[in-house]
């Protein structure tokens, strides 16, 4: 594929064209038609050419484009888009005969331009970002919104490579200070450019021919051209853009760190070791083939922690707290480099094969870096995540199997939850023990998974027949059929190491014990401190997060009655949170939207007892709330906050005043679950 975009920032829109080569494999029937999946794309002008070469994909030199019809398939409004059909004479001539020993070839040409509501793109008003000097737009292609950046066949099924150039339109100040970044390697020039699009073709110049017009057009703006080009072929979901104003600082020979000017050296500080990550994982999964691996810190709008786009991990910007406490979030990315990128999944059924694997290798890096208490009370706080999602759609629920049925039209973003990241997991781990432990499966992975399974889209049934070919005594041990399509919790959980897990269990157990002692008006600030304070200068940020999960489930769990609105304070101010009254808090993300979760609940429950409800948590939380768009902490508060009556319409008021400054998937996602608790917006 090759790209020439123009970023329109005063429209918001972007425009420009896209060719893409196709190969007609095992083409047994004439195809008298071309389907690409594309969702509200604005395309004006349609052409393709056809050829026959022996000599890899390179076209012949007289080879000319022709117009071709364009036809609307189905409905915008849909989860899977419209789609589009080309066809014309020249399409007819994909038939498998008189080929001459040569394969079929076809090159399509789309002018395009993306609409307004492009469910890929988030566009910022300067005043959204954290500079508020440039507006900003990222991508998010993951899981089937690439159709809304770029008409493409629109799977993870198939890969391609890709090169383009990009331009930045603005009318406001100091224009040239903005610039884009894509999932590929950045080309120094013009000339770099042109020779890594003509090794696309095999040497040919034709490309250059075709656009020579449209580049013209292109150049007439005067903005400066930036040059990109992916030589690994990538499956759609993984095309990424980001533009705006950005700066950069190195950190390591292959890795650099981007992000708005204000945020870089925060950025710098907290990711500087992003190297180590790199390198750990080389040596537990293979050869790193994507050259760089570069970060670029997000405004906080994003809706994920981060995603894997190869060349250029998306982060949040909610993992920067100034002390390294969640940047393991990155180590995460840096496996999806093996797990999802270099081995991608056949269809999102398969989603565990991406997450489990990598949620495995991600431990290993833990491991090998803190030790192996941390892995595993990371994995034990995780499964209280597992759990609360299964929960949460219900113990027989499809979206609770590790292989849900998304056929007919479903939309991945609806089943997205813990389960394909905690009970895949739970199956890797499963799968070691099950072939002997930590050697014989590392081996396995490093020597055969990523090696025979690189730049191909697998399922699960492959996975299993090299499996089973590499550790043939565990054919009959282990229940594949189960393991992939029993709903709820995992066939076998995981046995982890609960020994950092059991100061915060003995803590959560004290603090019941104390309110269950008499009444909970009988308890004071200064036995809730008591309990806490000789424990929480040892306790890390994650064990206090944990101590929040544990009380979370523990109240929902069992029938309680309100707590005095001081002992809900000491607890928050004891666990270094955020409680809304200007006093000294925790910047860690993690830690505050439990303690919002958890105030939360007892605001519910002192309305349901008629109480006067506690409120000193509602400043921070709406402060947290406007700012932040990442769906782990957006929906839950959500949901807990317009479950409070007569709350439900504060959440919404608020929510409706603040959506413009989210990304469309987490409008989207938030939406929904509105609806499905019946409240109308």
């Known amino acids: 594929m090759d790209l020439t975009w123009t970023i329109d920032f005063d429209n918001q829109v972007i425009r420009g064209r896209a060719i893409i080569i196709m190969k ?41 484009l022709t117009p071709v019809s364009l036809t609307s398939l189905g409905n915008e409004s849909s989860n899977l888009g419209e789609g589009c059909q080309l066809s014309g004479d020249v399409i007819k001539h994909l038939a498998p005969t008189n080929t ?30 954290s500079d508020q000097t440039h507006p900003f737009v990222y991508s998010q292609c993951h899981a089937i919104h690439a159709r809304t950046l770029v008409p493409c066949q629109d799977t993870p099924s198939v890969r391609f490579s890709f090169t383009a150039t990009v331009q930045c339109l603005w009318s406001g100040k100091e224009s040239s200070a903005m610039r884009p970044l894509m999932s590929a390697l950045e080309l120094c020039d013009a000339v770099a450019f042109r020779d890594a699009r003509r090794a696309l073709l095999a040497g040919s110049a034709t490309l250059d021919r075709f656009d020579a017009e449209h580049q013209a057009d292109f150049s007439s703006s005067h903005s400066k051209t930036f040059y990109f080009h992916q030589p690994v072929p990538i499956p759609a979901y993984l095309i990424a853009i980001a533009a705006g104003r950005i700066e950069s600082a190195d950190v390591s020979n292959r890795c650099r760190i981007y992000a708005e000017p204000s945020m870089l050296s925060a ?64 180590a995460h990315e840096v496996c999806h ?56 759609f219900g113990s027989n629920h499809e979206y609770t199997k590790l292989r849900p049925n998304l056929s007919d039209g479903a939309d991945p973003d609806d089943a997205y939850s813990s389960v394909p990241y905690e009970k895949g997991y739970a199956f890797v781990r499963h799968l070691e023990k099950q072939c002997g432990g930590d050697v014989p499966f590392m081996a396995f992975l490093k020597e055969r998974y990523f090696v025979e399974f690189a730049l191909k889209s697998i399922s699960t049934i492959d996975l299993r027949r090299l499996y089973e070919d590499q550790f043939p005594f565990t054919k009959g041990a282990i229940d594949w059929l189960n393991w992939c399509h029993a709903p709820g919790m995992p066939l076998v959980p995981p046995d982890f190491d609960r020994s950092l897990l059991a100061s915060c269990e003995t803590k959560v157990n004290e603090i019941l014990h104390e309110i269950d002692n008499g009444s909970p008006a009988g308890v004071t600030q200064t036995q809730v401190c008591d309990v806490l304070s000789p424990t929480l200068a040892l306790w890390t940020d994650s064990q206090r997060v944990a101590f929040f999960e544990l009380l ?42 439990r303690w919002f979760l958890f105030a939360l609940q007892q605001q519910r429950i002192s309305l349901q007892g008629q109480t006067c409800p506690f409120t000193g948590h509602i400043p921070g939380m709406r402060l947290f709330l406007g700012r932040i768009g990442r769906l782990k902490f957006a929906r839950p508060l959500y949901r807990a906050w317009s479950a409070i009556s007569p709350g439900s319409s504060d959440a919404i008021t608020f929510f409706k005043q603040h959506q413009s400054c989210l990304h469309p998937v987490t409008q989207k996602m938030v939406s929904r679950d509105f609806l499905t608790a019946g409240i109308s917006i």
Not at 351 to 365: A, D, S
């Open 24 to 64: 007609a494999e095992e083409c047994t029937t004439p195809t008298t038609a071309i389907v690409l999946d594309s969702k509200g794309l604005i395309i004006s002008a349609t052409k393709a050419a056809v050829w026959i070469s022996t000599n890899s994909y390179s076209p012949p030199d007289t080879l000319q």
């Open 100 to 129: 001459g020993g040569g394969s079929i070839y076809v090159l399509l040409s789309l002018d395009y331009k993306t609409p307004a509501d492009a469910q890929a793109l988030c566009w910022l008003d300067a005043a959204q970002t």
């Open 267 to 330: 950025s710098v500080r907290e990711f500087d070791d992003v190297e180590r990550f790199v390198s750990t994982a080389e040596d537990l999964a293979g050869r790193y083939v994507w050259q760089r691996y570069d970060l670029l810190v997000l405004p906080p709008s994003f809706p994920f922690g981060g995603m894997e786009n190869p060349n250029l991990t998306f982060v949040t910007p909610t993992v920067i707290c100034g002390d390294k406490s969640l940047v393991e979030l990155v």
């Open 337 to 392: 480099s093996w797990s999802g990128n270099l081995v991608s999944i056949e269809n999102w059924s398969e989603f565990w094969l991406n997450e489990g694997f990598t949620v495995f290798l991600q431990r290993k890096i833990t491991e090998k870096i803190h030790g192996y208490s941390v892995a595993e009370f990371e994995g034990c706080c995780c499964e209280n995540h597992l759990r609360d999602d299964v929960r949460r």
């Open 552 to 593: 979370l489930q523990r109240t929902v769990d069992e029938p309680q009655t309100p707590w005095p609105h001081d002992i809900v304070e000491a607890i928050g101010s004891n666990l270094r949170c955020d409680i809304g009254d200007g006093r000294p808090f925790s910047l860690n993300t993690e830690l505050q939207h």
